[in-house]
Nanobody, 125 residues
Framework: QVQLVESGGGSVQAGGSLRLSCAASGVFYRYGCMGWFRQAPGKEREGVAVIDSGGRTIYADAAKGRFTISRDNVKYTLYLQMDSLKLEDTAMYYC???????????????????WGQGTQVTVSS
């Protein structure tokens, strides 16, 4: 059974940092693609970053240079290090996984089968 559990969200001032974690059950190495999405109130869920089983990463423009996605295949955990946080980063952040490799439509929530329950990130001025 696949289970994804996020943690690490919270409140932080603009310019600060947070590290999100996603503990994954199941056969971790089989997850061809894992990623982070976010959803702000009234907006669609959008892709933030993904990483495939070989460590290849893809970032949304809004995340490039500030966020770093990584996965620990020993601890079965996915991470998102977020630095230089901005007010517009405020959202619920979701961990996602799929057995297929990351494709050209990685940013589309329909590319992922498994989801966590989300962790809230709030950035204030």
């Amino acid at each position: 059974q696949v289970q994804l559990v996020e943690s690490g969200g919270g409140s932080v001032q603009a310019g600060g940092s947070l590290r999100l974690s996603c503990a994954a059950s199941g056969v971790f190495y089989r997850y061809g693609c894992m990623g982070w999405f976010r959803q702000a109130p009234g907006k669609e869920r959008e892709g933030v970053a993904v990483i495939d089983s070989g460590g290849r990463t893809i970032y949304a423009d809004a995340a490039k240079g500030r966020f770093t996605i990584s996965r620990d295949n020993v601890k079965y955990t996915l991470y998102l290090q977020m630095d230089s946080l901005k007010l517009e980063d405020t959202a619920m952040y979701y961990c996602a996984a799929d057995f297929l490799v990351c494709g050209g439509n990685w940013y589309d929530k329909r590319s992922f089968t498994y989801w966590g329950q989300g962790t809230q990130v709030t950035v204030s001025s």
